[in-house]
């Protein structure tokens, strides 16, 4: 009888975009390419300090990898979204609300960054070999690269890769992440900043 090799259980998840560093829990009656769990952010909030924080995802182990945030926990409207990328190589997905006209002058950007920008932001890491989100590290460097990205977006050095849909609905796939009623940062928006001067990108 001829050998017949078995390919290792190593070789056979090896190209299986997964999230790292994450609990994966596999969901009852769904799919099991799909599983919940949760990131860490840094979350730039229009009332208080920023801090470490921790977002639901979805995340789709299909084609290469699709995850979806559910950020409605921290604000009811749609997203607008933008990637950031840092002279080091490193990337960054910003979100931030729709509509931000409602909200006040985020107390910590204006003390932080010395911008009177309204609203509040969401900062996710992005895995530097699979474009995938992957946590955060709520180290000092991580603030202070946290901050930089806050800074960037503010005053519209993005990427400007996202793509959505102005509906309430699922967006289509964008084919990095997909964010239910995702809509790109538009130029208005990026000029919507009273104060860009002083801007200090190695605080604390």
């Not at 995850?67 to 002279?87: G, H, I």
């Not at 995702?182 to 605080?203: K, N, T």
Request: hydrophobic share 35%; glycine share 6%; aromatic share 10%.
């Amino acid at each position: 009888m001829a050998n017949i090799q078995y390919p290792s259980l190593s070789e056979s998840n090896a190209n299986k975009p997964i999230l790292p560093r994450t609990l994966r829990r596999r969901e009852a009656g769904w799919d099991s390419t799909m599983f919940s769990t949760n990131l860490v952010v840094f979350h730039v909030p229009s009332d208080g300090a920023a801090h470490w924080t921790h977002v639901n995802v979805v995340h789709f182990n299909v084609d290469d990898g699709k995850t979806m945030v559910l950020w409605r926990q921290f604000w009811e409207d749609r997203a607008r979204t933008a990637y950031v990328t840092l002279p080091n190589g490193r990337k960054y997905l910003v979100l931030v609300p729709y509509n931000r006209d409602g909200y006040q002058f985020s107390t910590a950007v204006e003390e932080k960054l010395g911008f009177r920008w309204r609203g509040e932001m969401l900062v996710f890491a992005c895995s530097m070999s699979t474009g995938l989100l992957v946590n955060m590290r709520t180290w000092q460097d991580d603030k202070v690269r946290a901050w930089s990205v806050v800074s960037r977006y503010i005053t519209g050095d993005v990427d400007r890769e996202g793509s959505g849909s102005d509906s309430d609905s699922d967006a289509e796939s964008t084919g990095y992440t997909d964010l239910p009623g995702l809509v790109p940062i538009s130029d208005e928006e990026m000029s919507d900043v009273d104060d860009v001067s002083d801007v200090d990108e190695e605080g604390s």
